[in-house]
C-alpha cells in the first residue's frame, strides 16, 4: 500500500485590529466602492505590534490541537514567507524556540503567495523519505510592514495572518489526504510584481533613506492575466494527471487576492459559483497565509465538509504558481 501525507489539523489566527476600506480613505485617495468593485475587499487585518512569528506561533497551537499532538511529537518546522521577523535567524527558527522545541530541522521558504503549497509540496517529499516524518507546515506574513502606505494601487489590497497544517504519512482513506500537488515558476515575468529592498542587488549604503524599492510593487493588470491563466491551467494539469474532472471537485479554493480573480478562475474551470470559496472580502491578500487561513477558515466554518475533495490553485510573486488536490 503507498504512502501519502495527511493534513492532520489545521489552524489560522489574524491580529486583532481591522482596517476596513473607509480606514483606508484617511490614508489614501481611494473609495470603498472603487476598492470593492476591482477587488472584493471589504477590511484586512493589520499588526499593531505583532510579528509574522508571534502569527505563525497562534496559529501552529490551533492545528497543533487539531491534530490531537504535542509539538514536541514534531520534526519538521516550514514557514512559507516574505516577511518574516529577520533574514536571520529563520522565522521558523524564532517559531521553534517559542514552540519550546528543539532538535529538528527548521527552514524558511521563499515563494511569495505560492509559498505555503509549495512547502506542503517539500512536506510530502519528506514525509516520502521517512514516513516517520511530522511536519508543521505554515504561511505566515506581515505583508503590511512591506507595504507602501503612499501607493494606493498595492496598499489597499494586503493584510497581515497566519495559517498552519501538521502533515504526517498514512495509508488508508482518512480525512486530510493529500492526492496530489503541483508547483510551477518562471522567471521571466518576475519584475512585475516585486520587493527588491534588503536584497543583495539593493544592498545598504550609509546614509540611504527607505525608498520605495523596500515595499511591494506590482503591475496590477499584466498579474492580474497570469494569475487567471496559470491557476487555471495548473488545476485542469492536476486534474488530468489524477483521472479527475471538475465536476469531481466540490470545493474550489484559490488564492485570495482579488474576488475578481477567483471568480475568472473558478468560470474558466467550468464549477458552480457556489463550490467556489472566497474570504478575500475579511482578510485581504494574506500572500503566503492566504491559502492555510482560507482552508482553516473553510474547515471551521463547514464550507468544506468530511469527504469533500477540494482543490487549492495558487498565485503569486516569482512568479509562481500551484495546486493541489486533498480529499477530507
Ligand atoms: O498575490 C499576488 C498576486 N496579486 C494579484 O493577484 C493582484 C492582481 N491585480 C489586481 O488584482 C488588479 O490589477 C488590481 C486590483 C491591483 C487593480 O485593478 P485594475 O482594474 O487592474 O485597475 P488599474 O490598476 O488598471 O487602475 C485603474 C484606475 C487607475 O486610474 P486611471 O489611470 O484609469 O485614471 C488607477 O490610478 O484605478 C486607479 N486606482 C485607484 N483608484 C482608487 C488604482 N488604485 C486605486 C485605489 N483607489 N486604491
Not at 70 to 79: D, F, K, N, P, R
Not at 137 to 155: H, I, K, L, Y
Not at 177 to 186: C, E, H
Request: with cysteine; proline share 2%.
Amino acid at each position: 500500500m503507498s504512502t501519502f501525507s495527511y493534513i492532520k489539523g489545521l489552524g489560522f489566527h489574524v491580529p486583532e485590529r481591522i482596517y476596513t476600506n473607509t480606514d483606508l480613505e484617511k490614508i489614501v485617495d481611494t473609495n470603498d466602492e472603487w476598492i470593492t468593485s476591482r477587488t472584493g475587499i471589504k477590511q484586512r487585518h493589520v499588526v499593531e505590534d505583532e510579528t509574522c512569528h508571534d502569527l505563525a506561533y497562534e496559529a501552529s497551537l490551533k492545528a497543533l490541537q487539531e491534530a490531537g499532538m504535542e509539538a514536541e511529537e514534531l520534526t519538521h518546522v516550514i514557514v512559507a514567507t516574505f516577511t518574516g521577523d529577520m533574514p536571520i535567524p529563520s522565522t521558523s527558527c524564532l517559531l521553534m524556540e517559542r514552540l519550546g522545541i528543539k532538535n529538528i530541522a527548521a527552514m524558511d521558504l521563499s515563494a511569495a503567495c505560492s509559498g505555503f503549497v509549495y512547502a506542503v509540496e517539500v512536506a510530502r517529499a519528506l514525509i516520502n523519505l521517512d514516513p516517520t516524518a511530522k511536519i508543521l507546515v505554515c504561511g505566515a506574513e506581515v505583508v503590511t510592514s512591506r507595504v507602501n502606505w503612499e501607493d494606493r494601487s498595492t496598499c489597499v489590497l494586503f493584510g497581515d495572518g497566519a495559517g498552519a497544517a501538521v502533515m504526517v504519512a498514512g495509508t488508508g482513506d482518512e480525512s486530510g489526504k493529500i492526492l496530489d500537488t503541483l508547483v510551477r515558476a518562471d522567471g521571466n515575468h518576475g519584475m512585475n510584481l516585486t520587493v527588491k529592498g534588503g536584497g543583495s542587488a539593493y544592498s545598504y549604503k550609509a546614509g540611504d533613506t527607505v525608498g520605495v524599492e523596500n515595499f511591494v510593487e506590482m503591475q496590477g493588470r499584466e498579474i492580474y492575466k497570469h494569475a487567471v491563466r496559470s491557476m487555471t491551467s495548473i488545476s485542469n494539469e492536476i486534474l488530468k494527471r489524477q483521472g479527475l474532472s471538475i465536476d469531481d471537485v466540490d470545493v474550489l479554493l484559490p488564492h485570495q487576492a482579488n474576488m475578481r480573480i477567483i471568480e475568472a478562475v473558478g468560470k474558466k474551470l467550468g464549477i458552480l459559483r457556489e463550490k467556489v470559496f472566497a474570504n478575500v472580502d475579511k482578510y485581504g491578500n494574506t500572500s503566503a497565509a492566504s491559502i492555510p487561513i482560507a482552508l482553516a477558515d473553510a474547515r471551521e466554518s463547514g464550507f468544506i465538509k468530511d469527504g469533500d475533495l477540494v482543490l487549492l490553485a495558487t498565485f503569486g510573486g516569482g512568479l509562481t504558481w500551484g495546486s493541489s488536490l486533498i480529499q477530507f
